[in-house]
């Protein structure tokens, strides 16, 4: 399976960003995928996921700002980035949350700097 993260960006404090992920799988719709994250000189972290039923959850760092979300037709999960904190600056990636999980994609780099 390959896993392609877009639509990381530079952006103030407070601003918004929306990074999807596409995933190869062919039962995706059957998948528990979720968002990580790596900051610079720290371990990937779990951010959050979302259920094959759409059942979400989230680290407390993130509730109530960041929104997961999955389109089964498009093989995607999206992740809705509001009220952006500068310590939300990381490299993003997707991934299932099942073991084993796939190779991990490239990321995509989110920046949050005034």
């Known amino acids: 399976v390959q896993l392609v993260e877009s639509g990381g960006g530079l952006v103030q404090p407070g601003e918004s960003l929306r990074l999807s992920c596409l995933a190869s799988d062919s039962n995706f719709s059957d998948r528990d995928m979720g968002w990580y994250r790596q900051a610079p000189g720290k371990q990937r972290q779990f951010v959050a996921r979302i259920s094959s039923s759409r059942f979400t959850y989230y680290i407390d760092s993130v509730k109530g700002r960041f929104t997961i979300s999955r389109d089964n037709a498009k093989n995607t999960v999206t992740l809705q980035m509001n009220s952006l904190k500068v310590e939300d600056t990381a490299v993003y990636y997707c991934?299932?949350?099942?073991?084993?999980?796939?190779?991990w994609g490239r990321g995509t780099q989110v920046t949050v700097s005034s």
């Open positions: 991934n299932t949350v099942s073991y084993p999980q796939w190779d």
